[in-house]
């Protein structure tokens, strides 16, 4: 039977095509196989790839979860510990801190929801122009742009934490639509700095202002629908 050491499991990460391999009790298994364990990880708490022993201490579920696998290997702990040792240990206290608090899904429906809403707002200055509806359509495409940097950087940290930075198509349209609204949402915040008459104009520059606003309703529903599938996974 094959054996693996620490820097050889590693490997079986379940990141980029690689297969989903996981060390328990001196043993190995395959779990490529399983829906519960897609990406190389089960649950975002636990990852391939790794010897899931000291984990499974405090699972819900004990060594029977294992009996569905074949056992494919045996796993030879290392004793020394090398800098990547270190390196792995340290990203997974942050896991286990992303876990406890969950920054990105906690910061990132303030800024989707702000761009409904001035989407919506703004629906009803073009109806009715008035100097309260601009202003109520301005300061919440502010606060959603604001807001959008936050959740920017939470989410490159789960997309770093959580999955290793893997570049599949979700994620890599996921970030391109965040950055995409967060720099064409500077234009309105620009124009209206510059000329905070900006939105009663006719011309091209009040049209630019007001359909920047429609435009990132519909890039952070992208944003969103590609986030539900990195989270639920593609409907079978």
């Known amino acids: 039977m094959q054996q693996f050491t620490e820097e050889e499991l590693r490997k079986y990460n379940g990141q980029d095509g690689a297969p989903a391999y996981i060390a328990f009790k001196g043993k190995v298994y395959d779990v490529s196989s399983s829906k519960l364990w897609k990406n190389g990880a089960h649950f975002k708490r636990h990852f391939a790839g790794i010897d899931l022993t000291p984990e499974m201490e405090d699972a819900p579920h004990a060594d029977e979860v294992f009996e569905q696998f ?19 240990a340290r990203k997974e206290r942050y896991r286990q801190w992303y876990a406890a608090y969950h920054p990105h899904p906690m910061l990132v429906h303030f800024p989707i929801a702000l761009h409904y809403f001035s989407g919506a707002a703004d629906i009803l200055f073009l109806l009715h122009p ?65 000329n905070s008459n900006i939105p009663f104009e006719k011309g091209l520059d009040g049209f630019i202002y007001h359909f920047i606003i429609f435009l990132t309703v519909i890039s952070v529903t992208i944003v969103g629908y590609y986030g539900g599938k990195i989270t639920w996974g593609a409907r079978q």
Not at 70 to 84: A, M, V
Not at 147 to 161: D, T
């Open 130 to 194: 008035s100097v309260a509806y601009e202003e109520t359509v301005f300061l919440s495409f502010l606060m959603a742009t604001i807001l959008g940097i936050f959740a920017l950087f939470a989410g490159v940290f789960s997309w770093w934490v959580n999955y290793n930075l893997v570049k599949s198509k979700p994620f890599m349209i996921k970030l391109s639509g965040a950055l995409f609204t967060l720099l064409v949402g500077l234009v309105p915040i620009v124009q209206m700095f510059s």
């Open 70 to 88: 074949e056992p494919i290997g045996l796993f030879i702990p290392t004793t020394r510990k090398t800098p990547q040792d270190e390196k792995e």
